[in-house]
């Protein structure tokens, strides 16, 4: 019996949750200023927001090579985790050392 595992939905899942753990790492970063007496907690964040996320980019870059490998049907989730996760590598890996 063949696994039915969709890896495309779950890629541009993991996509999605990707860039929400981005964007309260954002949120997080610029109100620290607000709250800078709590520096330790705000690290702490930080720190944990950081690896969810590396953590859902391994995972999801997973499922993208999966997805291809298995040669499965083309949609929108297809395309959107195939330009995404190279996107946002290129974003997040690259262009900060530039």
């Given at each position: 019996?063949?696994?039915?595992?969709?890896?495309?939905?779950?890629?541009?899942?993991?996509?999605?949750?990707?860039?929400?753990?981005?964007?309260?790492?954002?949120?997080?970063?610029?109100?620290?200023?607000?709250?800078?007496?709590?520096?330790?907690?705000?690290?702490?964040?930080?720190?944990i927001?950081?690896?969810?996320?590396?953590v859902?980019f391994?995972?999801?870059?997973?499922?993208?090579?999966?997805?291809?490998?298995?040669?499965?049907?083309?949609n929108?989730?297809?395309?959107?985790?195939?330009?995404?996760?190279?996107?946002?590598?290129?974003?997040?890996?690259?262009?900060p050392?530039?």
């Open positions: 019996m063949e696994s039915r595992t969709n890896y495309k939905k779950w890629a541009f899942r993991l996509l999605i949750y990707l860039l929400i753990v981005e964007a309260v790492s954002f949120y997080t970063v610029v109100n620290f200023f607000n709250d800078i007496e709590n520096s330790d907690t705000f690290h702490l964040r930080v720190n927001l950081w690896n969810l996320s590396r859902l391994l995972l999801g870059s997973v499922l993208t090579i999966l997805m291809l490998t298995k040669k499965e049907n083309k929108y989730q297809y395309y959107i985790s195939l330009i995404g996760y190279p996107l946002f590598l290129i974003f997040s890996v690259v262009l050392f530039l």
